[in-house]
Every structure is written in structure tokens, then in C-alpha cells.
């Protein structure tokens, strides 16, 4: 009885480190991304970035030598390179050109709430009443955040960008959550690294070009977007999706923005608004409504 709760709560104690980390490390990654776009365009900011996080991936694999994937679940890896990795981030590095990292938040945080919606209608998952209210709270808190910065939201085509990436988010949340019944997830991160590195190639030379150029504070923007939030982050999100359910899962990527706020505090010296704050509030008490009883 004893070892049955000792590996619960080392279970427990692995699920809750891997959503602490993703989180961290994709709050930090709007900062991150801002430096490097004043140093790379968009397209090889991201390719430069994969490259970085594609070559320990190969290594992974290269000495792990985990089992191929079977024939009806390839085009899931290759959705997780191709939608989840290279088109996510072509969407994301574009939209920010023109929408602020406030306003970028709120609308990229109608991914839990889509998520949920695939994860009942494709995997046959629950949300009740309760945890709707929690969804919604959360989502009310990233708007007052966006809304606290003082310039208010602007829906242009950037802003229809950055909604794209949160529906490649949303749906490769639900189409990747079959594989870990097979695969150990840090296996299937490996792949997405390397596919959507793969995929984001065409942009890589004059990424390398732009290497020549660049100052240190966009260098080491890009590494640290390769290393933190694409190779570590993308592995601690899996490990979190193969042991949660993907809407649960997925409502804790609620708590980003209030982390990127005060990320942005200590880092960048950006005072919070009250709005900002209050959001903060909202947003994280909506996820712990979402985990109620759970």
C-alpha cells in the first residue's frame, strides 16, 4: 500500500514539474521572441531556432532507437511537425510584427477552450459544468490583462494569424494524444522537433545569412528560443498531455500570461497594470476551478 502511494505521488510530483516548466519556458519565449525578431525575419528566426532544437533530437533518437511509429500513426507525427512546430510558428513569429504580447496572449489563449471542445467531440472526454466556468474565468483574465496594457486589442491580420497558431495548438492537442499510449512522449517531441525543422528549412539560409549580421541580444534570443522553449518545453508539454487529459492539460496554458507578466517585470522592468494584476487573479483562479475534484 505504501509503495502504491509512494509511485502516485511520484507520479504526481513528475506531472506537476513538467506543467511548471512548459509554462515558464513559454511564458519567457514572448520576451524572447521580440528580441530575436528585431535580429531575424520571421521565417528564419524559425528555422534557426528548430535547427537549434532539432540536432539534440536526432541524437535522442539516434540512441534511445525507440520503436517506428506504425503505419496508421505517421501522419499524427507528421501533423505534430508540420501544424503543432513549423506552420504554429510561422503563424505565431508574423503575427507579432503587429500585435502586442498582450493582446497576443488573449487570443492565442483560446486554445484550452477549443482544445476542449475537439477533446469531447474526437476523444470522448468530459468537461463539466464547473470546469466550463473555470475556462472562462481563466479566458475573462487573459482579456483584462490584454485590455491593461492601454492599447486595447487589434484584431488586423496579424491578430488572425496569432489565431491560427492557437487552433494548431488546439488541434494538435487532441490528434498527438493517442500516440503516447505507444510511444513515451519525449520520443514523440523528438520527432516534432525534427520534422517541423525539416519543414522550416527554406527559411534557414538566410537565417544563417542573418547570423553574420545580428547582435548578441538577438543570438542569444535565438538559442535560447532553440534550447528552453522548443527543445525542453516541447518535451515537458508532452510529458504533461501523456499523463493528463488533453483538456485538462491544456487549461493550464491559462497561467502564461500572468507568468510572462511578471517574467516581463524582472527581465524587462515592465510594471503591471491593476488590469494586469486582476487578470493575473482571474486567469489562475479559473484554472484551479478547472481542477476542482480532479
Sequence with gaps: MNATASL???ANTVTAAAVIVTILAWASSFPAIR???????????GALRFAIAAVPAVIFLAVTRPALPRLGEMWRFGFGGVVFVALYTVLLNFGELTVSAGAASFIINVSPILTAVFAMAMLGERFTGLAWLGTFLSFAGIGIIALGEGQGLHFDNGALLILGSALCTSLNTVVQKPLFARHKPLTVSAWNMIIGAICLLPGLPNGIAQMAVADHQGLA??????IVPSLIAYGSWAVALSRLPASRASNFLYCIPPVATLIGFVWLGEVPTFLGILG???ALGGVVIVNLRR
Design 8 to 10: 502516485y505521488r511520484s
Design 221 to 226: 534570443a535565438v538559442v535560447y528560443l532553440g
Design 280 to 282: 493575473g487573479v482571474l
Design 35 to 45: 528580441a530575436g525578431l528585431a535580429a531575424f525575419g520571421p521565417l528564419e528566426l
